[in-house]
């Protein structure tokens, strides 16, 4: 079965570049959820989207701004980089089901490992 | 504040019953209780969810007390490849706020 797709899988990055993370979610999944998770911590709620409308807002800094597209395929834009900002970022995706809620049944990429220098 | 607490480890021989607690005694009437679990580096893995009643998939069991304060998610016959960190998270069901991790537990499971 498709799973959800995270691109790019390792990205290197200086201080203050910007870098760009793509999800494709699972087919005829509407909701799309990032995370940030560092090392040794728990994954951190940043953004999400349903029906390419920001749905909820976790813990994203303002240099970082995502958007989910027309084919449902979103894309985290992170700016002015900070060593801090290396993670995992994982995107996951669901079927929203009751007036456009999910039932909490998340399916998560592989993620993207993002490191700055 | 946490909505949930649990053990920061376990360890569990291979092939028998892993027994994972978890305390959520602010627990809300329309809240659910989600399982996810984390194998190193890979992406969180939805393993179970219930409201009041027990439940039972291929992965897991659930059970829920009476009270709804706590919970044990029940993996039967674990195995090597079950060592993983396990997320206990409360949410109502159909609920614009999404998942938020907390601490979780480290369960190592031993041949």
């Known amino acids: 079965a498709a799973g959800v797709i995270q691109s790019p899988r390792h990205l290197i990055k200086e201080k203050r570049e910007t870098a760009t993370l793509k999800c494709y979610p699972i087919?005829?999944?509407?909701?799309v959820y990032w995370y940030q998770q560092g090392p040794g911590q728990d994954p951190q709620f940043l953004i999400s989207f349903y029906e390419k409308m920001q749905s909820d807002k976790g813990s994203i800094p303002d240099r970082f701004s995502a958007q989910q597209f027309s084919d449902y395929h979103s894309e985290l834009n992170m700016s002015s980089l900070e060593l801090g900002d290396s993670a995992l970022y994982f995107c996951a995706s669901s079927l929203a089901t009751l007036r456009g809620r999910n039932t909490g049944e998340l399916f998560f990429g592989e993620g993207s490992r993002l490191t700055v220098l | 504040d946490a909505k949930t607490t649990q053990p920061p480890s376990m360890d569990c021989a291979e092939g028998r019953a892993a027994n994972l607690p978890c305390n959520h005694s602010t627990i809300s009437g329309n809240e659910y209780v989600y399982w996810y679990r984390q194998i190193h580096s890979q992406g969180p893995q939805y393993i179970i969810h219930?409201?009041?009643n027990n439940e039972t998939n291929e992965m897991a069991s659930l059970i829920i007390t009476e009270d709804r304060k706590s919970s044990t998610l029940i993996l039967p016959h674990a195995t090597l490849r079950d060592t993983a960190v396990y997320y206990c998270i409360v949410r109502a069901q159909y609920n614009n706020n999404d998942m938020r991790f907390g601490a979780g537990t480290r369960l190592t499971v031993k041949p």
């Open positions: 087919p005829r999944h509407d909701t």
């Open positions: 219930g409201l009041k």
